[in-house]
């Protein structure tokens, strides 16, 4: 029987093309409203993007401009035409065929120490496919904020003798502009200045600008001259910062200076014990030396018992040549340090070089409660065992830099400490004659050797010549803006 073949049934492709023709229409009704959505959708992403961005950067320039003029009013008119200008770069007119976009600036003050600006804008942005469906725009919005924290500034500048010059003069500038960057009526900015003695040039206040008497006023009026008291004039913006006592506020020392500290004031012991020491007496050897006939601040003789120490006001010594002087008048402005009445009898009153003639050893700590002891005590030299002031810093040598130094540590870490304020100290060091470690511990910069993480960090810069000051300066600013946010 002869296999039977295949048969093979022609499809009717006719109606297959009418099917398949029916499902792409059917289709394309559903496709392109969902891909025509993807697309106007990726439009309306990318413009609420830039005009949340474009939010964010008006926010964040009006906070930073608040320190333009001198009545709140004006402050905020100001801020609010630069927070406009940025919003405005960020976001150009008619950005993707978007109309109608206005941005609305609000600053609004808080009872705790913060100025809080809120930026929103909306406004219409085209749709270009779901038009076929008859929407033909779409409503975008968003909104930026920035807190801006008010600030509490005691500029602490360097006026002693290295200074003088142009060094003083581009000091004085740049610490102007400095000043100028930060807010009238909102913040509050102080400066001490210090040489041998210190100053509180200016008092803090939040009305630095006023035309009467400008925190620039004060500044212009810095003359550089004499020593380099660093320790007292951190220490003294350290207590204007407890007076003020703002929590809430960013509390911050900014210190300037261009030396090694050493000067210091403390109330001295006057040296009521016979003992060997290095003495005018012997040319500057080690020979025996009798005790004080120095009268005390009280005006009281080496026979009264109650007679022993110098009022610190009066105490301050200065390092010159390995050696010491008291600093019998203050040169700037023609007052002594150490009263007459109070020399009578003072190996002092004849020669500048009898301190350690007249006062037994360096306290433990200088007029403000601040230790002597510390960082430099590898360079500190004590009193032998043989002596009856064993173990008390000696004050027959050279003693006072690194005890002035010890000072400026032990002050900066007590700032940084505190319970409640947690100060920030910000440091500018000028030229090569400068200890960057110091200044950096001070700071507690995150390259410090003791660099605490626990506490907030500041920051140093090193300023290697005089036209690098302004530019330190901005870096702080920058620093301090930054934080305040």
């Known amino acids: 029987m002869a296999p039977t073949r295949p048969t093979f049934t022609r499809p009717n492709t ?3 093309r009418g099917i398949a023709l029916m499902l792409t229409s059917l289709l394309l009704v559903f496709t392109i409203p969902v891909v025509g959505l993807a697309i106007d959708a990726g439009f309306l992403y990318l413009v609420r993007s830039k005009l949340s961005a474009a939010c964010d950067a008006a926010a964040l320039a009006t906070a930073r401009n608040l320190n333009l003029g001198q009545s709140l009013e004006e402050q905020r008119a100001n801020a609010q035409n630069r927070g406009i200008a940025f919003f405005n770069a960020n976001f150009p007119a008619g950005y993707l065929g978007t109309t109608d976009v206005t941005p609305n600036i609000i600053i609004s003050d808080t009872s705790l120490n913060t100025i809080t600006v809120t930026v929103s804008a909306s406004g219409t942005a085209r749709l270009y496919f779901m038009r076929i469906l008859g929407h033909n725009a779409q409503l975008a919005s968003s909104s930026g904020q920035s807190s801006r924290r008010n600030v509490n500034i005691i500029l602490v500048l360097d006026r002693s003798g290295s200074m003088s010059g142009a060094p003083c003069a581009a000091m004085i500038s740049a610490s102007k502009t400095f000043a100028d960057m930060f807010v009238n009526g909102r913040d509050r900015l102080g400066l001490i200045s210090f040489g041998t003695n210190i ?7 939040t009305d630095f600008k006023n035309t009467a008497s400008p925190i620039s006023a004060a500044i212009n009026s810095i003359a550089c001259t004499q020593m380099t008291n660093a320790s007292d004039g951190y220490s003294a913006a350290y207590q204007q910062l407890v007076n003020i006592n703002q929590p809430l506020a960013l509390n911050m020392i900014v210190l300037f200076t261009d030396g090694y500290p050493n000067t210091f004031a403390a109330r001295f012991p006057v040296k ?7 003495s005018q007496i012997c040319g500057w050897d080690q020979c025996p030396v009798p005790k004080s006939t120095c009268r005390d601040d009280n005006g009281l003789a080496n026979t009264a018992p109650t007679w022993g120490t ?11 040549n390995g050696l010491y002087e008291p600093v019998v008048a203050n040169s700037s402005a023609g007052q002594p340090l150490i009263a007459a009445n109070q020399r009578i009898s003072c190996a002092i009153s004849t020669s500048v070089w009898g301190v350690a003639d007249d006062f037994a050893f360096i306290p433990d700590q200088d007029a403000y409660g601040v230790n002597t002891s510390g960082y430099m005590d590898g360079s500190v030299q004590r009193f032998p065992s043989t002596n009856p002031y064993a173990g008390k810093i000696r004050i027959d040598v050279g003693q006072t ?3 002035a130094m010890n000072l400026c540590d032990n002050a900066a870490k007590r700032a940084r400490d505190h319970a409640t304020l947690k100060m920030v100290t910000y440091a500018i060091g000028l030229g090569s004659n400068i200890d960057h470690n110091l200044l950096r511990r001070m700071a507690n910069d995150l390259q410090s050797p003791i660099y605490d993480n626990t506490k907030v960090n500041g920051l140093y810069v ?3 010549t005089i036209t690098d000051i302004s530019t330190a300066y901005a870096r702080i600013a920058s620093e301090i803006l930054r934080l305040a946010q």
Do not use: M, Q
Not at 199 to 205: A, E, F, G, M, Q
Not at 272 to 278: F, H, I, Y
Not at 310 to 320: C, E, R, S, W
């Open 462 to 464: 090193h300023a290697p």
């Open 310 to 320: 110098f009022n610190p006001k009066y105490g301050v010594i200065a390092g010159y």
């Open 401 to 403: 830099s690194p005890v």
């Open 14 to 16: 006719a109606r297959e």
């Open 272 to 278: 009521t014990l016979p003992d060997e020491r290095v």
């Open 199 to 205: 100053s509180v040039d200016y008092p803090p206040t």
